[in-house]
């Protein structure tokens, strides 16, 4: 616990008190920065007044897009495994000339 520090972040207008890891701590204001900037799109976008309904749409929306995330990512390391492969291929013709 000695590397960590306590921070209060803001989301849907209510403070949370955390305790992060330092060098962590950007990188969690920045994602609670981005959950409240999407409450805000949702709110002002769509006929959501609900802080819970805002709440789960965003929820929504981030679950939708680490899935998308994880799929893309899935894609460029098998597409990377099979090009490697190939590179790895010619390269070993190419010594054993």
Avoid: C, W
């Amino acid at each position: 616990m000695a590397d960590e520090i306590a921070i209060t972040i803001n989301i849907a207008s209510r403070p949370y008190r955390l305790y992060v890891k330092k060098d962590e701590e950007e990188a969690v204001r920045r994602a609670a920065k981005n959950v409240d900037e999407q409450i805000g799109h949702y709110a002002n976008n769509f006929s959501y007044n609900d802080k819970q309904d805002l709440l789960a749409m965003v929820a929504l929306h981030f679950a939708i897009t680490g899935e998308a995330s994880e799929k893309e990512a899935k894609f460029v390391n098998e597409q990377l495994h099979e090009s490697l492969l190939e590179i790895d291929s010619i390269l070993s013709e190419t010594l054993k000339d």
